[in-house]
């Protein structure tokens, strides 16, 4: 069962291509019952340490450390949102991570629910991925040429993904979504894109427009030093809003490529999508010659093992992938169907290259997370836990008197502080985000590690056990009571 602004919905595991996805709600309404694990995920063990004492909160070393840090990079960070600027207070210094937990410089210990951005599925520092990198380092860390491990961790994913049918491993997100950009636009001949607003696809210059994550943590509607000539074809609508992408396509007929968005958006806290919205979109990108592109980089596998794509069904044309598939090591993918991929060099005309692309590391640690989330019961666990966690916190802030909404699908949620409900990026934007600084801050003196930014998603693992949830929930209630 998943849940959609605190409301509690059931969407069928697969749904063939005549099925459609069913509204069902549970009896109390407002509650989410997650189901019960299959017998078989007993065989997931969860193992985490758990510090009882009760140790003075104090974050002075990573005060003098973010001191030095801003004066050798940009705000003193490699990525904005690191910088806590939309929630205040001191950034913590990260020294190790480990299952659930993160612990800083000032030794302060954390229940973790960014998982690196969302690559830590199985826990951080998984012994068997460590174990499997250090074996593959015994013989270097980059050749600059093929190695058999790409070939099996494309198979992996091929089998796994229903688009898939041939993919390219690159390093990042951001690198996957402007080669399918460029792939798109090579295979149909046409210029323009479609995008959602807050939905964030990668710093590509032709996707800085309306953007979600870091840029809406920074209230900048786009981004300086992006000229008007690099965003001229790209087009952009609400999410979730049917109506505005057939007003796109009447205007701009046989001028648009693809569609880009995210299944279930992330980058703008977490929005899922409306009943039909996602097959509405497939039939639309059809009926127009155009191809519809999944951006999967935050649900690839973690939704389901073949992504939000088998999970609500639709099979789009052409998916990027990131995070997971590299089990906490750069990486980023993108593939789709064969006619499209053999276009790209050296198969085909469309040139993307890039130096430590499939490096033997990134497909190594992909490889293990894989087999790991193939075990029974895998997304029977992350359902369960997920579910309990975000009713927990929903529920908190009901007895507290706080306007609160959220959701969860699997090893993915958000919540907002908001009535709700929320179904694109201007709804997200009314959540009180001083408020949720303010949450935020508390929750980081009661160990808790959440995204430090309202327009973010949350993500579990299974190294979360039921005494992380618990510790969590209880947590909330009182960190809200405060505020």
Known sequence: MAAVNGVGISWPS????????KWVFSPSHRRCTPPSPSSSSATIRMTASVDEKKKTFTLQKSEQA?????????????????????????PI??????????????????????????????GHADDEVLAALAETMKKGTSFGAPCLLENTLAEMVISAVPSIEMVRFVNSGTEACMGVLRLARAFTGRPKIIKFEGCYHGHADAFLVKAGSGVATLGLPDSPGVPKAATIDTLTAPYNDISAIETLFKEHKDEVAAVILEPVVGNAGYIQPNLDFLAAI????????????????????????????????????????????GGGLPVGAYGGRRDIMEMVAPAGPMYQAGTLSGNPLAMTAGIHTLKRLQKPGTYEYLDKITGELTQGILDAGKKTGHAMCGGYIRGMFGFFFA??????????????????????R?????GVYFAPSQFEAGFTSLAHTQEDIQRTVAATEKVLKQI
Request: aromatic share 12%.
């Open 442 to 446: 508390g929750m980081l003196e009661e």
């Open 14 to 21: 697969k749904l063939t291509k005549t099925q459609k996805p």
């Open 419 to 440: 009535e709700g409900p929320v179904y694109n990026f201007s709804d997200a934007k009314k959540s009180d985000t001083e408020k949720f600084g303010r949450f935020y």
């Open 282 to 325: 497939r039939k639309i990108t059809k009926e127009n010659g155009a191809l519809l592109i999944f951006d999967e980089v935050m649900t690839g596998f973690r939704l389901a093992y073949g992504g939000a794509q088998e999970y609500f069904g639709i099979t789009p044309d052409l998916t990027t992938l990131g995070k997971i598939i």
């Open 66 to 90: 973010f001191t030095k840090a801003k004066e050798l990079m940009p705000g003193g960070v490699n990525s904005p949102v690191r910088a806590f600027k939309s929630v205040g207070g001191q």
């Open 93 to 122: 210094i990260i020294d190790s991570v480990k299952g659930s937990r993160m612990r800083d410089i000032d030794g302060n210990e954390y229940i973790d629910y960014v998982g690196s951005w969302g690559p830590a599925i199985i």
